[in-house]
Each structure stands twice: as C-alpha cells, then as structure tokens.
C-alpha cells in the first residue's frame, strides 16, 4: 500500500462530497479537520519532522484552535517559519503540542528570524517530507526511529545560515506556546553541538551535526550573536523573561550547494542522543539518502502488512492512508524513559487511550503484537513510577491528564493481550497494578456509591472489571476474579430501564445517545433492558437516522442555538466523535447484521475522501483511520474481548500477514461501495472450507484461520440472524470453537 499513500489527507478542513442516503442525516459536531501532518515519520517511532507554521494543533497547517465546526484560518495558505520535531498526529485538545528545536534555513540576516515564507511544491510521502521555502531554499527532511536528517538546498548567497532554535514550543496560538524551563546549549567542534531542553518536567537532548565545511557556527540569545561563545547555560527561565535562544552556522553558499543537517535526540542526555544518531545515520556525510531509503523500507515493510484488491485508485489511497496513520503512534523509545533509569520498553503520545483503545490498538497488536507486548511494559512501569495507568500520556510529566474522558482503559487493551497468550508480560506484576487502578478517582465512586458520574465512567469501570476477571483467571486466583465478575455487574445502574438508555448525566464530548450504545460484556441483558431486540433496534434505528430528512453540518463558529439545535437531534455523528465508533455494531447483537453493513457502508462510502479534506473530524492518533482499516475488511474488533465481529468488507479481496500465517478474506458476488448505492449483505460465510454461522470470530481464530469466504447478495439473509456473539449472561458461553 505504500505506493497509494497520501499523507496530506487529513492536513485540511473537511471537504467531502454532500453524503447522500443514510449518511445524510448524520450530524458532527466536533471539529470538522483531520488534524493530520504530512511531515516524515517513521512506524511507531520516536520523532518526526514537519515544517512549522504554528497552527493548531500540530504546527503544521492554516488553522485556529477550535472544539467545534469548520476551523478558522491563521493563515490563507502553506507557510512555515521553519521545521520542527515531534508532532502529534490527528489530535485535538491535547495541550501537548511539542515542535521542538526549530532548524531554519535562511539567506537573510537573523532579524528575519520567524518570519512565515510560503511553502510551494510540497511533497510527502512515508518518511520524507519536501518543500521550496518563498525564500528559495529547497527543504528535505527524513527521520529515523530516534533521529531526524534535513538537507537544504540553497541558491548562490554570501551569508547563507541555517539556526537552529532551542527555545521556541507548542504553536503560536493563545496559551499555545510551550516554554523551556531550563536549558544549555554546548559547541563541541567544527560541526558539531549538542543541548537539552527541559520542558513540562522532561529533558530532551539533542546532538547536532551539520554538514557545511568552512561555515562559522555562532551561539545567540535574543536575535544576538555570541562570537566566541561555546556555551550557553539557563538553569531557571521564567515564560515572562524568555528571549529565544539557539545557535547558527554561516557561510557562503553556492548556487545548488546541499547542507546536511543531521539531529540525534534522547530523553536520556546528550551522550545518549549522539549514540542514538549514529546508529540511525551513521557518521560522516551526505547520509540522508540512506536514511530516507532505510525509513522507506521500513514502511513498506509496515504497510505491506495488509493488501486489498481495490475497486478504484481513491479506494486505494484512501485504504493505504488509513493504514500508514494507524501505523505512526504510539511513539515507541526502548530505553528512554526520564523517569526511571533501567532499560526496557518506554512509549508516549497514547493520546489518547480514549481515542484508540477501540479501533487502533487492536490493530497494532493483531498486526505486530511485539509492539504490544513493549507497550504493556511500558504502561506497566510508568504505573509503577506514578501510580496509575495512564488514560492518555505524553513525552511529559503527568499521566493522569485525561482522566475526564474516561476511567481504566487500559484494562481492555490488556484483557486482549491476555488472552492471546502473548509471551513477555508478567501477568502477576501486572495484575497488582490493574487491580489498583481500578480503585483511583472515579472507581472510588463506582465502589461506595454503585455509580460513577459521568456516567459514561460506570460503564468503563464496570467493563474493566469484566477485563480484569479474565486476567485473574489467568493468574489462577480464582476468588479475586469471582470478586471482578460480580464488580463487572455494576454496568446496570448506568442505564434508565424506561427510555433504554444512559441515564441523564454530563458528558465528554457526547451525549448519552452517542454513549448508549457501547459494546458491553453482557450485550444480551443490556439489549433485554431495552425492552428486547425489536425496542433496541428501534433506538438504534432512531440514532442512526433511518427514514429522518438530512441535515446541514456546523459551519465556522458555529451559534450556540445552532449547536444546541443538532445536539436536539440526538444523532449518530458519523465517526466525527470517538464513542460512536463500535455504535454500528451493536445491531449485530440484536440479530440485525444487516443494519450493521448499511450503516458501516454509508460511513465509508460518504465519510472519507482523497485529498487534504478526506477525513470528516479528527483522526485521533489513528483511532479514525484504524475504523475505516477495519470497516473496509469486513471485520470489527470488540477491546477487551478478544473478539471480531464479521460484517460486509468493502473490497472484493484482502490479505493480511499475521503471525502464525497469512489470512485472506475473499467474497463472491461483490459489488463496490458507492455513496446512496445498494448495500451487499452477507449470505454466508466458511472459514476454511467449513460453515460459520455466527457473526463472529474469536482471536485466536482469526490468528490461525487462513481463508474467510464471504457470500454476499444484495438482499438480507438469515446469517447471524440466530447467534448472536458472546454475552456474560448467555446460559452456555460462547468459547469460539471450532468453526
């Protein structure tokens, strides 16, 4: 897929086709924009690099902060003052907005420092990024896992320069900017400098080396140069005294002539950063061709995880986008960690576990479940160290910074984990930690009160326990996950037994019919709490918007009564909102796969597109993207369950490499996927030659199944009609068996 990917989707405000049919009726709220960057990046590494212009909420971009609607513009098209490193990926309101260590070349003095030249002839593709600066410099930039590699090209100047920034952060709107609070910078030789940062109560290191033989290399402080200086020490800086601050190479430059600019980083001090970049560069000069060569391969290596047989060229684009940005967080750096000192696996920016644990964590464990494994370990300690199991967590101090959005999210991903039998965690060690988590914050409530507000929080609490049994019955004690089962009830006082949804409350971001409809342990009594399949089904039908007049989306800055006008309509967002994400498939559990395939097939028929406006919200560390991987293949995982739920794919074949064995998902009388067309609907399935009836697939099926035949037709069918997936209260539990 790597030929197909596009890694400007994302990067503008929304702009898709008006959706047509069931789509039409959809309304979202929250921002209209994929918050992507088409900067390099390399799978799951620890930095990127992307030109900066300071908009929200990556750096790179045209765009005002904003919650809601279309976003307003800072700027009318592609600038950039420079190019910065680490950067979040589909994000929102994270307040964590890095861009560190601004490289700038320039061909001016350095008064012109900041200013915003046009981008024109912008090209990206997996792990390299390029672009003319007004200027006239050619900008090149590649990464490795823990480095990254510009290479300028400069046209005839007698005082070229490249500066380097060690102050400057976060973006430059309100309460945007991140500030240093200590800092020193270090010239070593002719070439050579290095610096650590440490910024929300994290040291970044940098060591630099830059290509440009004869070039003077100069510290400076406010705009100001230090000749003679080879240090520069802040051990306190205040955000109401900062003057920027950084260092500089000069020197003729001819016309064509290249400068390489080579940075290692770590959080582990300036030795370890130039460790660090020559094992990803190597020593000596004009690397980056090899550089970019090794990331590309990598990526390829990645993306050729999953093949699919295409209806059209967007298709592809827009399969093979989706998987390169499932694929870029978490940031994974082995033996990084600043806050305790032994190696092993460490990882940031799981922004946030809220975002992903549904759609791309599952995807990354059942496509490289090493990654997993090392993100297990890495929860694992940075529990140890803060005492909690991060909701989301970033390459900063302060895992506990999203516990609004939801409670012990983490037991899902590993409940999955668990029951895969993956080897390399330490069940015991971890179950001390899972058990504690669930006793913080809103799970105190959950014990004393029954419930936690909001509300939303009592079915993550209780879903979690529900996880956790699983994983005390496989450390064998047997009466703590009797305790969790009985814990894991608790999911019933969330919901009004008169209207068969949440109970009134406040919400993150949604409302208590985009949170109604989550994937319970015990879908059977919860559906049975509706009033049965018929009444649930009918509140399904009701979110989803079947027979109801289309709507017209927020435009930019929306009203209040304008919002509060959609939020009446009680309405599914159409992926623009996290929650909403498995909503599709709850029908499944009422008997009604067939709903299931035409709303997921509106989704991805009107929802996604090619080109900087190809997303309707944001991506969310993957979490948008790992839906449309999942929905296109016909198969939806159920966190925390260890389960894949079976549906209409949206390609004729694919194929995906997993551990024990390639899968290949085949289907006979497909037809494509067209916005407001016909919907093809599952007639029966075999795995492997045998007869599937139920909608459903265990983990360790799917891990060890080679073929899954899907007849499909253009009418519903009795499939799935009959079985139903796995719900605690089932009289016999659903095993998987065989199929």
């Not at 200086?229 to 900062?242: K, M």
């Not at 770590?266 to 060569?293: H, I, K, M, Y």
């Not at 039998?421 to 179950?431: Q, R």
């Not at 991805?604 to 919200?617: D, E």
Request: net charge negative; with cysteine.
């Amino acid at each position: 897929m790597y030929e197909f990917v596009d890694p400007f989707v994302g990067t503008g405000g929304t702009e898709l086709a008006a959706p047509k049919g069931l789509a039409a009726g959809w309304w979202w709220p929250k921002p209209q924009v994929g918050n992507t960057h088409p900067g390099a990046t390399h799978p799951f590494g620890m930095v990127s690099a992307c030109a900066y212009s300071g908009a929200y909420p990556t750096g790179y971009g045209v765009y005002e902060f904003n919650t809601e609607g279309v976003p307003g513009r800072l700027y009318e098209g592609p600038v950039a003052s420079g190019f910065t490193h680490f950067q979040q990926s589909g994000t929102g309101a994270i307040r964590k907005y890095y861009n560190y260590f601004r490289v700038t070349p320039m061909v001016g003095p350095l008064d012109e420092l900041g200013t915003t030249w046009e981008l024109a002839d912008e090209v990206a593709e997996p792990g390299y990024y390029a672009a003319t600066l007004g200027s006239g410099v050619r900008c090149e930039l590649t990464v490795g896992p823990k480095s990254a590699v510009h290479r300028y090209t400069f046209p005839a100047h007698e005082a070229a320069r490249i500066v380097v920034d060690a102050s400057i952060g976060g973006l430059a709107i309100p309460h945007g900017r991140t500030v240093p609070l200590k800092a020193h910078l270090a010239m070593l030789e002719p070439g050579a400098a290095q610096g650590e940062i440490h910024v929300e109560g994290v040291p970044l290191a940098v060591h630099l080396e830059v290509d440009a033989p004869g070039w003077r290399q100069l510290l400076w402080y406010d705009r100001r140069l230090m000749p003679g200086g080879t240090r520069l020490d802040f051990d306190y800086i205040r955000p109401t005294t900062l003057r920027p601050f950084g260092l500089m190479f000069m020197g003729p430059s001819r016309a064509e002539q290249t400068v390489e600019v080579r940075l290692g980083f770590s959080l582990r001090g300036c030795e370890t950063a130039r460790e660090n970049l020559w094992a990803d560069v190597g020593r000596g000069q004009a690397t980056f061709p090899g550089r970019r060569a090794r990331t590309a391969t990598t990526w390829r290596e990645h993306l050729g995880k999953v093949e699919i047989d295409a209806s059209n060229d967007d298709q592809a684009t827009i399969f093979g986008t989706a998987l390169y940005h499932s694929l870029i967080k978490p940031c994974f750096a082995p033996d990084e960690s600043p806050s305790w000192t032994t190696a092993g696996p460490y990882a940031f920016d799981i922004c946030t576990m809220w975002d992903i644990y549904r759609t791309q964590l599952p995807l990354m464990t059942t496509l490289f479940p090493e990654q997993s494994v090392a993100l297990a370990g890495a929860l694992l300690s940075i529990c140890e160290q803060e005492g909690n199991l991060p909701i989301g967590y970033r390459m900063a101090k302060g895992a506990d910074r999203f516990s609004r959005q939801g409670s012990a999210l983490a037991h899902t991903f590993f409940a999955d984990l668990c029951q895969l039998d993956l080897p390399g965690i330490d069940w015991d060690w971890a179950m001390v930690h899972l058990e504690m988590d669930l006793r913080r914050t809103y799970g105190e409530d959950y014990l004393v009160h029954g419930v936690a507000h909001p509300i939303s929080h009592t079915l993550d609490l209780a879903y979690a326990y529900h996880c956790t049994a699983a994983i005390a019955h496989k450390v064998r004690d047997r009466p703590l996950a009797q305790q969790m089962r009985e814990l894991a009830q608790g999911w019933r006082a969330a919901y009004d037994p008169a209207t068969g949804l949440l109970r009134d409350s406040t919400f993150y971001e949604g409302g208590r019919w985009n949170y109604s409809f989550r994937l319970l342990h015990d879908m059977r009594a919860r559906i049975a709490l509706a009033g049965g399949d018929e009444a649930f089904v009918r509140l399904l039908d009701r979110f989803f918007g079947y027979d109801a007049a289309p709507v017209t989306q927020p435009g930019t800055a929306p009203s209040v009564a304008e919002m509060d006008a959609g939020y009446a309509l009680c309405r599914f967002e159409g992926l623009n909102n996290e929650p909403d994400y498995e909503a599709p498939w709850a029908y499944h559990y009422a008997g009604r796969p067939d709903r299931t395939a035409e709303v997921v097939h509106a989704a991805i028929a009107n929802q996604f597109g090619t080109g900087r406006g190809g997303l309707p919200g944001n991506d969310d560390s993957g979490g948008l993207s790992a839906w449309y991987v999942w929905a296109t293949l016909g198969l939806f995982p159920v966190a925390g369950q260890n389960l894949f739920l079976v549906s209409s794919p949206a390609v004729a074949e694919s194929k995906l490499q997993l551990p024990d064995g390639d899968l290949s998902i085949t289907t006979a009388e497909f037809e494509p996927v067209e916005a407001g067309g016909s919907v093809s609907y599952v007639q029966s399935i075999a795995v492997d030659g045998k007869t599937l009836e139920r909608p459903w697939l265990s983990g360790r099926e799917l891990r060890h199944i080679r073929n899954l035949h899907i007849q499909l037709g253009p009418e519903p069918s009795g499939w799935g009609t009959r079985v139903r997936p796995p719900s605690t209260s089932d009289p016999r539990p659903a095993t998987g068996g065989e199929a």
